[in-house]
């Protein structure tokens, strides 16, 4: 099967085969608007081969610790739907790297104040910097404000 560009049409089991991921997985995929089929005319889906470079950016992107919604958006940004080259690629993974890093700071501050818990069990609201009973710091602050003491 062709398309109108005539380039061959690939079904769901070999972009699922190619990319490595579950049928199910591409249907979620298609769900959330990040990739799009066809139907051929037995209603069956039919892919574009650029549908593969698509599916390892999202891959790639979920790796790094990055959420679909986020993927979406950066793939949104594409002119036309169209497949992310190797500039888009640049572009994309080096904000993905910045909101990468700060996780990373983030987590690291996390660990550093949990080896600080650890074998102290007080879970003060006002001095352990993990605890926060109730939420009552929720109305001023969003996270764990006392992280960022
Ligand atoms: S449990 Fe005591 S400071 Fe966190």
Redesign the pocket.
């Known amino acids: 099967m062709k398309n109108s560009h005539d380039l061959p049409l690939l079904t769901i089991g070999q972009v699922s085969k190619r990319c490595g991921v579950k049928p199910s997985t591409l249907h979620f995929y298609e769900d959330k608007g990040l990739i799009k089929s066809w139907r051929n005319s037995g209603n069956q889906r039919r892919y574009k081969k650029d549908v593969l470079r698509r599916v390892s950016l999202i891959k790639a992107g979920q790796k790094v610790g990055v959420d679909l919604k986020s993927i979406r958006v950066a793939l949104d940004t594409l002119p036309n739907s169209r497949t992310p080259n190797k500039a888009d690629w640049e572009v994309m993974s080096s904000v993905w790297k910045s909101q990468l890093d700060e996780k990373i700071r983030y987590l690291e501050k996390l660990r550093n104040s949990l080896t600080?818990?650890i074998g102290?069990?007080?879970?003060?609201m006002s001095?352990?910097?993990?605890?926060n009973e109730d939420d009552f710091l929720g109305n001023n602050h969003s996270g764990p404000p006392l992280l960022d003491k």
């Open positions: 600080g818990c102290c069990g007080c879970l003060s001095n352990c910097p993990i605890y």
